[in-house]
């Protein structure tokens, strides 16, 4: 069986008159916050002035890939996945060159530091613009470290650096010394239509066969290291001892779960804190919220957070990468000190405190529409694409594209 597969294959053929963006992304298993960002941005960019898909390398075998296919389907994102084997598998670097060709790619976007190192050797034989979106580095392991290094040396030799977060931009700028001109700090945005409250929590926790009078605090994401849940749940356990309805609910999965679960019953937890999986619709798990945590060691700028705050959800997070732009200082959502032992006393004010989570819910959704949604995330986007190949933007507009999508 073949290790390539084309979701839109009417979308592929010979392009010649609009030039083309190709976000490129390595992954393993189901991906994570830039996945929303790399398929809904097609709908986004007016097809006059760019057409825009995503190629996907993932492990052969992998079956995560099926849900990024079944996202990208929904959206009306075309996209190449390709199966490898190794490191660099010698046939994805062909693959991915026949789509540059045929699709007549003028951008690269790159997304993590194979993409982009992928994206400088494909150069050499297809002429393209190099763009990348730094999302979040990890260093817990040796080989997070040896991908981080990669990376940031990748991005000393492309064209513009995007940047989701503000330590990433000072990162870019000071530590790698990328000229100003080649950095940008760019937020990540939200479509606010789908992320709006359509039921009040007391419905939204019965149809979720929820006890209205539990106290619901929520999780949603990949259960990995870099989430922190190992850390959060001690502060949970204080605080199941302060509010007796305690319900902590993680939806989502990951390569941690298992070590997660163990943890649990050892800490005799496993009557306060519920593993459902990766659920579809999100929304109705965050209307059942009364708050969400996110005790995250290292992040970009979360989606979780930006979904949460749009959907009302009072939010407690710590203070890494850019939640802190996101929370202004604790008036959008609680920030968790460095210390934890001051977390069980913010996470039993946030779910006691009804007034101060009203107070943090309608601050929130406000700095969503304010600064953080998608549409006003793609502007900047395509006037970086327009400045990377010398166009005069006259009158670019993405709203046909966004009226078509409300429509």
């Known amino acids: 069986m073949s290790n390539q597969h084309d979701t839109a294959s009417h979308h592929m053929q010979l392009y010649t008159d609009v030039p083309t963006v190709l976000h490129v992304r390595v992954m393993a298993g189901t991906g994570g916050g830039p996945e929303k960002t790399i398929l809904h941005s097609p709908s986004y960019i007016d097809r006059r002035q760019y057409r825009v898909a995503a190629a996907y390398m993932h492990p052969a075998g992998d079956k995560g890939i099926e849900s990024i296919r079944e996202q990208a389907m929904e959206l009306g ?45 494909l150069r050499k034989f297809h002429p393209m613009k ?18 981080r290094r990669i990376d940031q040396w990748c991005l000393k030799h492309y064209d513009h650096v995007i940047c989701v977060s503000r330590d990433l931009y000072d990162c870019c700028r000071k530590k790698l010394g990328i000229e100003k001109d080649r950095a940008s700090l760019v937020h990540n945005g939200i479509e606010l239509r789908p992320w709006s409250r359509l039921r009040n929590i007391e419905s939204a926790k019965k149809a979720l066969d929820i006890d209205p009078q539990c106290k619901v605090l929520g999780f949603t994401g990949r259960l990995n290291w870099e989430k922190g849940l190992d850390r959060v749940l001690h502060a949970v356990g204080t605080v199941s001892q302060r509010v007796p309805d305690l ?5 989502g999965d990951g390569p941690e779960r298992r070590k997660l679960e163990k943890q649990v019953r050892d800490m005799h937890l496993t009557g306060v804190v519920r593993f459902v999986g990766w659920r579809k619709p999100l929304q109705a798990w965050y209307e059942a919220m009364d708050a969400l945590v996110l ?31 996101l929370l ?7 920030v968790l000190e460095e210390d934890r032992d001051t977390w069980p006393e913010a996470l039993t004010d946030l779910l006691t405190n009804r007034t101060y989570r009203e107070r943090l819910a309608t601050s929130a959704r406000q700095h969503i ?8 995330r793609m502007h900047k986007i395509t006037r970086l694409y327009d400045d990377l190949l010398g166009i005069v933007p006259a009158r670019r507009s993405i709203m046909p594209c966004v009226q078509a999508r409300a429509a």
């Open 77 to 121: 994102c075309p996209l190449r996945t390709f199966g490898e084997y190794g490191p660099l598998d010698p046939r994805c670097i062909t693959r991915l060159l026949n789509v540059c060709r045929k699709r007549n790619v003028k951008i690269w976007h790159g997304h993590d530091y194979k993409s982009n190192l992928l994206g400088l050797i």
């Open 130 to 147: 190099l763009i990348t979106t730094a999302h979040t580095w990890h260093d817990d392991t040796w080989r997070m470290r040896l991908y």
């Open 247 to 251: 319900q902590f609910v993680l939806v």
């Open 295 to 325: 005790p995250s060691r290292s992040e970009g700028l979360p989606n979780t957070l930006l979904e949460a705050m749009a959907m009302g959800v009072p939010v407690a997070s710590t203070n890494v990468g850019g939640v802190n732009d």
């Open 328 to 334: 202004r200082d604790g008036i959008c959502g609680t």
């Open 369 to 376: 529409e304010n600064y953080f949604t998608f549409d006003q």
